[in-house]
């Protein structure tokens, strides 16, 4: 297990190399910098040209790709992701202010999800084919059909338009204010883990109805087990591995892909910061960004693979 | 039961226990978070605490007299205490510095720590009417059209935090200021100091501005945005970027970046009394939707620039008060300069005739609008009348019939191809609006291409004048005649390129007239000028919109648009009797 998990932890590297380079090259490719959006407005009259050519140069942007490539892998190399282009700080410190707010909004969202797929799932399952089964079928997919943006805006505009109340729209972190927290965090994780939890229904449906024709499953019934035991202990346990997987794909969705929700309920999380960083070209931060994202993404994986030899001990990892 | 079943058997039996302990955990955890959130307070960013009596500094009689001579009045007793939350609605905040960026957001936020040497309000009963307050200039005047003489007020001291701690602010540090927003290389406001000479300081309490020549632009960006008093210990120490420490009505706390800064009341500010509330925080809500919702449920102060629609549906609100204004529409749509089929004004006032500005007023602002020439109708007394640009005299009006006429005598009965490109990363109606103009364009045989471009590249594009045929874009803001820049060969929004000497000749005219009337009349003249020819740039028009703000908020009064300040912030206070 531990050389198994040595290598797949030296196989990050060549991965996210790839992937910063990727990013790199890409969005210097794309027309327009931060200095066209800092000259916005500005008050022009023989200055522009001159003032654009400065900031440009202070930003190092006005060397070549290959240049800036080496300068930046320089830095890498000495843990150093940069400054912000917009504000000047380094980018970890905003991205240590982001990430863990991404981070609850996804695990409280996998939390919902998965919470209520399971129960729904298994219901569906073991109510195969009837009345029972064919609703929590059409609500899975309406559910996984229905924009977030539209969920979420509802839940912000209805109950100010009727109520006079509406989630808190700035940030308090769990600590800080945890009644806060929760109330901006729950409807927005709401409107995240409905979506999911669509897409897991169907996938704990299926796989339970698969694993509950298994012999085994026949004995356990034979044993005369009651059939929470049954569905708890025996069924779901082995479904849950293809369930597992999806969880694992969704999750880096969700890290770095919520951003719609996050800007309806105004989370200032890593989907934000990483669309902002993209529109304004802030070229270290969103560098750093994906870095991160690719990161989590690639250690997610990684304990979705040892889980699988966790969930079946027939399933062995290294 | 074989020997692998019983393997599995045993398996299971070893790990039932820990992941029924996971589950059951974590089912609690949500149940608990669910009650926690049901039964927690509703709590309020947007002043809802009551004002607490006072007891804080100044009386209500002193603060009254203040307000008198230094802001805008309304009826009310002043009460202290309180916070105060406001969304503005303005582009993300990149950083604090304000030389580095011109747009509306910096500068608001700015307002609140930093001085300048004048205020600028509007009138209460007329928010298209402005109106000039002292700030850390009590006086001024104009001994000759390049000299211009501020009389200071005594006694200023900036913030009592590091690196300041409450040093009195000199003329130096103004003088520093101006030249700072003037002459350093990465200031975005440079170009509003082109024609100051020199800063003299005859004595501590005056500062006299050199001219190279009269500019009347120059007198309105001191007042607006363009010379905030900021201390240079703070320049050449931690920066501007992340830090603000000015002499303002408040002191800055913290920045999160998009998503709020919070400023707590300066006890030491000049005026004494203001403040009246004791905490504000700014806050960056990047959705309408969010906004308006943040400001049914009393989360935040204000809401400007709302559409009718929006208006519409929450006039019924009983907290909530509101008033109409003008706001300048800046979307046009320019001709690339360089195309030699646009160097035919038959051409050019064919593609005038086929627009209709009402079809634009429509879509944009669901039909509540004005018509505008090159100067927004937002100022009183520098536009044209609404019945002269209707007028025959101009093309801004439809004719669809004339249009093709022209197109014919210029030798395009048959049309030509085209494209437009406009901005994907703006509201939806940009898209319609770009829309509209193309079928406005087919009825005369010109065929446009719409090509979509996200913000940043539009920008450069924009810049750049790098563009096939047309650009709906924007064009800039300002004071009055500053609308003219855009006209300008080197003008900040010249979107088609525009390089004509004897238009920039014309335009410095108006800019250099001292006379305010005279200006007036010359910039109108102009104006005519430019519509009987089509310069390059079809103006559409203004939009009427809303301030919607609580009526607990006395004595607020919403920022003018061209006027990137929240100054009212500081003569605010919160009543809910």
Redesign the interface.
């Known amino acids: 297990m531990r050389a198994y998990l040595i290598r797949r932890m030296l196989l990050f590297v060549p991965v996210l190399v790839l992937v910063y380079t990727f990013v790199f090259v890409l969005i210097r490719i794309v027309p327009g910098d931060i200095v066209n959006l800092m000259m916005e407005g500005g008050s022009g009259r023989g200055t522009s040209a001159a003032t654009a050519a400065e900031l440009r140069h202070e930003l190092g942007i006005d060397k070549s790709i290959q240049q800036q490539y080496a300068i930046q892998l320089q830095h890498l190399l000495r843990g150093d992701l940069g400054r912000s282009f917009r504000n000047g700080r380094p980018v970890t410190a905003e991205i240590g202010r982001r990430l863990p707010i991404t981070l609850e909004l996804a695990a409280l969202a996998i939390v919902i999800a998965l919470g209520s797929a399971l129960v729904i799932g298994s219901l569906a399952a073991l109510r195969h084919d009837t009345g029972i089964d064919r609703t929590i079928s059409v609500l899975s997919i309406v559910a996984l059909s229905v924009p977030a943006f539209w969920t979420g805006t509802l839940i912000v505009v209805l109950p100010a338009r009727f109520w006079g109340y509406s989630p808190p729209f700035t940030f308090s972190s769990l600590i800080e204010d945890p009644t806060q927290n929760l109330q901006q965090m729950l409807p927005a994780a709401l409107t995240l883990g409905a979506i999911f939890a669509g897409v897991l229904t169907r996938y704990v449906r299926s796989s339970l109805l698969e694993v509950l024709r298994q012999d085994y499953i026949r004995t356990a019934w034979a044993k005369g087990l009651r059939e929470r035991i049954v569905l708890t202990h025996h069924g779901l346990r082995n479904a849950f591995i293809p369930v597992i997987t999806v969880v694992g794909l969704q999750v880096s969705g969700l890290l770095g892909g919520a951003v719609i929700t996050e800007r309806v309920f105004n989370l200032p999380g890593m989907g934000t910061l990483t669309i902002t960083a993209i529109n304004q070209r802030d070229y270290p931060q969103l560098e750093a960004n994906v870095l991160v994202l690719a990161f989590i993404v690639l250690v997610v994986n990684l304990f979705v693979d040892i889980a699988y030899g966790w969930l079946d001990p027939r399933i062995r990892v290294g | 039961m074989t020997e692998g ?1 019983s393997v ?1 058997w045993e ?2 039996a070893r790990r ?1 226990l820990s ?2 302990r996971a589950l059951t955990g ?2 609690l ?2 149940a608990g ?2 009650v ?2 049901a039964c ?4 309020k ?1 947007g002043g809802g605490q009551t004002a607490r009596s006072s007891g804080a500094a100044g009386s209500d009689a002193a603060a009254a007299a203040i307000i008198g001579k230094e802001w805008n009045t309304s009826p009310g007793t002043p009460k202290y205490g309180g916070s105060i ?1 406001h ?1 503005p609605t303005a582009p ?1 905040l ?3 510095d304000p030389i ?4 509306a957001m910096v500068h608001q936020v700015a307002s609140n720590a930093y001085s300048k040497l004048m205020r600028v309000s509007r009138k209460n009963d007329d928010l298209n009417t402005q109106v000039l307050y002292p700030d850390l200039a009590t006086s001024w005047e104009t001994a000759s059209p390049t000299t211009w003489t501020f009389h200071l007020r005594p006694g200023v001291k900036f913030q009592n935090v590091p690196p300041t701690n409450g040093r009195p602010l000199t003329a130096e540090d103004i003088k520093y200021s101006i030249l700072r927003s003037g002459t350093d ?8 100091f ?1 024609n100051l000479d020199t800063i003299e300081i005859p004595d501590p309490q005056t500062l006299t501005l050199k001219l190279k020549r009269f500019d009347s632009l120059l007198f309105n ?1 001191l007042a607006g945005h ?1 010379a905030w008093v900021v201390p240079h210990e703070l320049v050449e120490g931690p ?1 501007l ?2 830090n603000m420490v000015g002499s303002g009505p408040f002191i800055f706390q913290n920045w ?5 800064l919070t400023f707590k009341k300066n006890p030491d500010y000049y005026l004494k009394g203001i403040p009246f509330v004791d905490e504000l ?1 700014i ?5 309408q ?2 906004r ?3 400001l ?4 935040v102060l204000s809401q400007d620039q709302m559409f009718p629609s929006v208006y519409n ?1 929450v006039k019924g ?1 009983s907290h909530l008060q509101s008033q109409k204004y003008i706001v300048v529409s800046p979307r046009v749509l320019f001709m690339n300069y360089k195309e030699p089929l646009f160097q035919d004004d038959r051409v050019r006032k064919a593609i005038s005739l086929a627009i209709d500005p009402n079809a634009i007023i429509k879509i944009e602002n669901e039909g509540e609008g004005l018509w505008r020439g090159v100067i927004s109708n937002q100022i009183a007394g520098w536009s044209l009348s609404q019945d002269e640009l209707k007028s025959k005299d101009y093309f801004l009006r439809q004719d669809v019939t004339e249009a093709k006429q022209l197109m014919a005598a210029a030798g395009h009965a048959d049309g030509f191809q085209s494209e437009l490109l406009y901005n994907t ?1 703006y509201p939806d109606f940009y898209k319609n609006n770009a829309q509209y103009l193309q079928q406005a364009l087919a009825a005369i045989n010109i065929k446009v291409n719409l090509v979509g ?9 924009q ?1 750049d004048h790098n563009y096939k045929g047309f650009i709906y874009g924007l064009d ?2 300002g004071f009055s005649e500053a609308y003219l ?1 855009d006209y ?1 060969s ?5 979107g088609s390129g525009i390089s004509m000497k004897s238009l920039d000749d014309q335009i410095d005219q108006v800019l250099t007239t001292p006379d305010e009337t005279e200006r007036k009349a010359k910039a109108k003249d102009l104006t005519r000028q430019i519509l009987k020819q089509v310069l390059w740039k079809v103006e559409f028009d203004d939009d009427l919109q809303y301030v919607i703000s609580q009526s607990w908020g006395k004595n607020w009064m919403a920022p003018s648009p061209q006027v990137y300040n929240t100054t009212g912030l500081a003569f605010t206070w919160i009543d809910k009797s």
């Open positions: 079943t599995y398996t299971f039932t992941r029924r974590a089912a955890a949500t978070a669910a926690a959130v927690g307070p509703r709590s960013g939350s969304a993300p990149a950083n604090l580095l960026s011109a747009s290389k990465t200031s975005q406001l440079r170009g509003g082109v960006n363009y920066g970027k992340n999160e970046q998009d998503s709020q925080k806050l960056q809500i990047g959705s939707d969010d308006i919702a943040a049914r449920s009393d989360r549906s609100d990363s471009q996200e913000q940043t590249a539009f920008r450069k594009n810049d800039g803001e820049l300008r080197d003008g900040p929004k010249n």
